[in-house]
């Protein structure tokens, strides 16, 4: 059982478009991080969120963390062809003993 | 601007040799992990290091696999007798402490034939 289960597994579309991933879990999660890897590449992150109900902006991403701090949602407005990437939900929660727990990602695709 | 590296890029094995990944963190960062990627999943925790201290090993999957950060700097992961299922990326991670922003490698792909 994923402790963090990402939806959708895949997303196909087209420049332009708007987009919501989602992260959720059964754990309250202390923090959640969102993270971007590229092909060939290293997990960047992207954002942390530590406040339940807490939201922020990064150009046109969107973050937001739930209340109750077990699911996390990122929304790209206008999604453009370099937004590509696989998305990686992850956190600590009480569990997991200081370590970073990830999903197992979005792929998404931005077709021009 | 020095990253965190990581060699070699890719290594083939066949099964049964051993081999040796190197991750080269950012300079000063006290704080170091070792995940395992595997095809279509995100990382999975494998080790952790703080300094020369490896505080955590409970990601290990088999005492095959074994890390090492002797001075507290570079760091090896060893796996022993390769198998099949060895075959994933590996990243390498450090940051400042356990819980603050982890900056990663590239990674090493090992594939084990």
């Known amino acids: 059982t994923q402790l963090l289960e990402q939806s959708p597994q895949f997303l196909s579309i087209q420049e332009g478009e708007n987009l919501t991933v989602y992260c959720n879990s059964s754990?309250?999660?202390?923090?959640l991080q969102w993270y971007r890897q590229e092909p060939g590449e290293g997990p960047v992150l992207l954002v942390t969120?530590?406040?339940?109900?807490e939201v922020k902006k990064l150009k046109r991403l969107t973050f937001q963390f739930g209340d109750a701090r077990k699911d996390s949602s990122l929304h790209i407005t206008a999604a453009q062809p370099g937004d590509t990437g696989l998305y990686l939900c992850?956190?600590?929660?009480?569990?997991?003993?200081?370590?970073?727990?990830f999903g197992k990602g979005t792929k998404l695709s931005v077709k021009p | 601007g020095a990253g965190v590296s990581q060699s070699p890029r890719y290594k083939v094995a066949k099964r049964g040799q051993d081999v040796a990944l190197r991750c080269d963190p950012i300079?000063?960062?006290?704080?170091l992990f070792w995940y395992q990627q595997a095809l279509g999943q995100g990382p999975e925790f494998l080790t952790y290091?703080?300094?020369?201290?490896?505080?955590?090993k409970s990601g290990l999957p088999s005492d095959r696999f074994f890390a090492e950060r002797p001075e507290g700097s570079v760091s090896t992961l060893k796996i022993q007798r390769t198998q099949q299922e060895d075959s994933a990326v590996y990243l390498c991670?450090?940051?400042?402490?356990?819980?603050?922003?982890?900056?990663f490698g590239p990674g090493t792909r090992l594939t084990v034939l």
């Open positions: 290091f703080q300094n020369e201290a490896q505080l955590d």
């Open positions: 754990s309250v999660f202390s923090s």
């Open positions: 991670a450090s940051g400042w402490t356990r819980y603050n922003e982890q900056f």
């Open positions: 992850a956190g600590h929660y009480g569990g997991s003993q200081g370590n970073l727990i």
């Open positions: 969120v530590v406040t339940g109900g």
């Open positions: 300079s000063g960062h006290v704080s």
